[in-house]
T-cell receptor
Framework: DTGVSQNPRHKITKRGQNVTFRCDPI?????LYWYRQTLGQGPEFLTY????????KSRLLSDRFSAERPKGSFSTLEIQRTEQGDSAMYLC?????????????FGPGTRLTVL | QKEVEQDPGPLSVPEGAIVSLNCTYS??????FMWYRQYSRKGPELLMY????GNKEDGRFTAQVDKSSKYISLFIRDSQPSDSATYLC??????????????FGKGTKLTVNP
């Protein structure tokens, strides 16, 4: 499968715990994005990397959230001290700079439930 | 006012019907426009993208963009039960506009009844 992959697919955690999600983009894609989607809403942008550089961050990305893409390949999104309001689907997307005006391809998502 | 408005539905149609899905937007800097299909508990799947006013056709799907009215549409011809999903419009300003993020509508939930 050459699409975007995300792990884990589901995560249940207790309030106050830290969680980390991983995203593997399409292999030749140099851009990687994180979005969050809550029930009944469209995805909301969190952050974006071009290669290993984090170039854009949303106001939604509070200081409890941190994202990395250390070698310009896979990325991790960590949430510290989780809150019930963090329960959502976390989506990763990738694109290739210069191809089709930023056409983003999404992974299956990681569904987070904070108890 | 949200940047992108989309009627969440739900929309229910019989098999074979023509479906029209629409979004309006307020930011005139949006340069490119996409439609995604999302099945329950899955990631969005790209259906169509365009970055000019006019129509673009792909099989049973036609995307229409009217930048002067800030209005985009997706038409589905000969709808099938397998088209039952949530349809999300998305748009972006691009590098020249200073952002690579996509801004999404809420999504319209479509059910095609056999």
């Amino acid at each position: 499968d050459t699409g975007v992959s995300q792990n884990p697919r589901h995560k249940i955690t207790k309030r106050g715990q830290n969680v980390t999600f991983r995203c593997d983009p399409i292999s030749e894609h140099n851009r990687l994005y994180w979005y969050r989607q809550t029930l009944g809403q469209g995805p909301e942008f969190l952050t974006y990397f071009q290669n290993e550089a984090q170039l854009e961050k949303s106001r939604l990305l509070s200081d409890r959230f941190s994202a990395e893409r250390p070698k310009g390949s896979f990325s991790t999104l960590e949430i510290q001290r989780t809150e019930q309001g963090d329960s959502a689907m976390y989506l990763c997307a990738s694109s290739l700079k210069g191809q089709g005006q930023n056409v983003q391809f999404f992974g299956p998502g990681t569904r987070l439930t904070v108890l | 006012q949200k940047e992108v408005e989309q009627d969440p539905g739900p929309l229910s149609v019989p098999e074979g019907a023509i479906v029209s899905l629409n979004c309006t937007y307020s930011n005139s800097a949006f340069q490119y426009f996409m439609w995604y299909r999302q099945y329950s508990r899955k990631g969005p799947e790209l259906l169509m993208y365009t970055y000019s006013s006019g129509n673009k056709e792909d099989g049973r799907f036609t995307a229409q963009v009217d930048k002067s009215s800030k209005y985009i549409s997706l038409f589905i011809r000969d709808s099938q039960p397998s088209d039952s999903a949530t349809y999300l419009c998305a748009m972006g300003v691009g590098t020249q506009g200073g952002s690579e993020k996509l801004v999404f509508g809420k999504g319209t939930k479509l059910t095609v009844n056999p």
